[in-house]
């Protein structure tokens, strides 16, 4: 079972930054990828960015396109999603979850097994 641990959401002004990590409780396997998703209140999951744990591959979603940079390193298995230029329609709670390499599409939920359980993220205006 993989755990996953975010941490580094809060408050920001318009243009600000924030940098999320999302901690693995295991080794991720290098056949796993791991994403970050997003949820606004009466809205549906949406996809923000994904990276292969065996290369760095990287995918983003066109919302954040530009502004937000995902990444791995640390000692445990980190991953890390650079938040700049943040807009207030960027408020939402951030969701990391990782999964294993398949057929489904990784914009999709189905794509993931396991899920964390969020960290806020409010940009004001």
């Known amino acids: 079972q993989v755990q996953l641990d975010e941490s580094g959401g809060g408050t920001v002004h318009t243009g600000g930054s924030l940098r999320l990590s999302c901690a693995a409780s295991?080794?991720?396997?290098?056949?796993?990828?791991v994403a970050w998703f997003r949820q606004a209140p009466g809205k549906e999951r949406e996809f923000v960015a994904v990276?292969?744990?065996?290369?760095?591959?990287?995918r983003y979603g066109d919302s954040v396109k530009g502004r937000f940079t995902i990444s791995r390193g640390g000692a445990n298995n980190t991953v890390y999603l650079q938040m700049d230029s943040l807009k207030p329609e960027d408020t939402a709670v951030y969701i990391c979850?990782?999964?294993?390499?398949?057929?489904?599409?990784?914009?999709?939920?189905?794509?993931?097994?396991?899920w964390g359980r969020g960290t806020q993220v409010t940009v004001s205006s």
């Open positions: 979850a990782s999964g294993p390499i398949s057929t489904v599409s990784v914009t999709s939920t189905r794509a993931y097994s396991y």
């Open positions: 295991r080794y991720a396997s290098r056949f796993y990828k």
């Open positions: 990276i292969w744990w065996d290369r760095d591959t990287t």
